[in-house]
């Protein structure tokens, strides 16, 4: 029968090494309070379940490469005119949207925290259990067009399936051109009832002719993303433009000027 001292090298052989690292802790805490065996395993897992989750929400915080510190708790609701403020919370904390294969679509005009909303949403899914990659939209355009130059785009956008939630920032900014338009569109395809898209832009449908050149591909791609979506539009004045009005403001004057 194994003595206490090999229980640290057990655990760590099972592959347990935050209950190797607390045993001798727990242990005593266990015989000091009088613990039964059950209890204090009970605890052991506690504390490997809860590094698990550490190092998981770390590991998929990473891979996820979105804004750091963009939460929705920093954005400031009150700058948005009109704001579906209980929506967008909604979608942050309930992934039910999610399982669901839903898009989320965040329009608005430059400045107005559609991408700041996109990366707090992100984050908040993660603490949630979910993967989530982010990209800006050219970015993810040039790396899926050197995966087709390379004959192996099918093999991307399959790589892409294993994140449940892809966020594409700045859509609006894509080159007209065939090649980046014929990607993006197969990415929307392929993602299409199978996996979830929040997608960000400057421009309304009505001006996507500026992104997607052939008119059929921009129909077809648009009725692919709001089939199953959430649209949301951010309405109000630049918080860039606000803070430079803040900037520049002339002083307050305290006294009466002097007038000669």
Not at 38 to 63: G, V, W
Not at 113 to 119: L, N
Not at 203 to 227: E, G, K, N, T
Request: glycine share 4%.
């Amino acid at each position: 029968m194994a003595d206490a001292a090999t229980l640290p090298i057990l655990l760590r052989q099972l592959r347990l090494p935050t209950m190797a690292a607390c045993c001798d802790d727990v242990t005593e805490r266990a015989l000091a309070a009088g613990w039964s065996i059950p209890q204090a395993l009970a605890a052991l897992c506690e504390y490997e379940l809860a590094e698990r989750e550490q190092r998981r929400l770390q590991r998929h915080t990473r891979e996820a490469r979105l804004p750091a510190g963009k939460t929705m708790a920093t954005f400031d609701f009150s700058a948005v005119e009109h704001i579906q403020r209980q929506k967008l919370t909604s979608m942050a904390c309930d992934g039910t949207w999610i399982e669901q294969a839903r898009n989320l679509l965040l329009f608005g005009a430059s400045g107005l925290g559609k991408s700041h909303i996109a990366a707090a949403i992100g984050h908040a899914l993660i603490e949630r259990g979910l993967r989530v990659r982010y990209y800006p939209a050219s970015a993810l355009v040039q790396e899926l067009q050197t995966a087709k130059l390379e004959l192996r785009l099918a093999e991307a956008l399959s790589k892409l399936d294993k994140y449940p939630l892809l966020v594409i920032d700045d859509i609006g900014y894509v080159k007209r051109s065939e090649a980046e338009t014929s990607v993006l569109f197969e990415l929307i395809a392929h993602r299409y009832e199978a996996g979830s898209l929040l997608i960000t832009s400057n421009q309304p449908f009505s001006a996507w002719d500026s992104i997607f050149p052939d008119d059929m591909m921009a129909v077809a791609a648009i009725d692919r993303l709001v089939h199953h979506a959430d649209i949301v539009e951010l309405t109000g004045e630049s918080y860039r433009k606000r803070a430079h009005a803040r900037i520049n403001k002339p002083p307050r004057l305290t006294h009466t000027p002097f007038s000669p």
